[in-house]
Nanobody, 128 residues
């Protein structure tokens, strides 16, 4: 059973930074596997933020967060990170960690349907 547990969310003021963590129950290092972060703002659909192919570290970012967000994974660790800088009120959302271990063929992709494992989410609230 694959488990993903997010942490690091909280309430911050605009302009601040946060680093989210996702602890996973499996170690993956594959050109067919992706891990990523999605978010869901109040009243909106869940959207892809950043994903990483675990085999070579290739990444994909949503255009709205490029330059402010970095996805990373320490070698040989089962932890995925998301560094968010220059936080804006519109970044307020529940942030979910997800894993594509089924070889969707689209990795790195921001397509939600490609990811079969999900964490419970961590809340990020940004005040102006």
């Amino acid at each position: 059973q694959v488990q993903l547990v997010e942490s690091g969310g909280g309430s911050v003021q605009a302009g601040g930074s946060l680093r989210l963590s996702c602890a996973t129950s499996v170690y993956t290092y594959s050109m067919s596997h992706c891990m990523g972060w999605f978010r869901q703002a109040p009243g909106k659909e869940r959207e892809g933020v950043a994903v990483m192919r675990t085999g070579d570290g290739d990444t994909s970012y949503d255009d709205s967060v490029k330059g402010r967000i970095i996805i990373s994974k320490e070698p040989f660790e089962n932890i995925l990170y998301l560094q968010i800088d220059a936080l804006k009120p519109e970044d307020t959302a529940i942030y979910y960690c997800a894993a594509d271990l089924g070889g969707s063929g689209h990795c790195p992709s921001l397509v939600e349907a490609d990811f079969e494992y999900w964490g419970q989410g961590t809340q990020v609230t940004v005040s102006s």
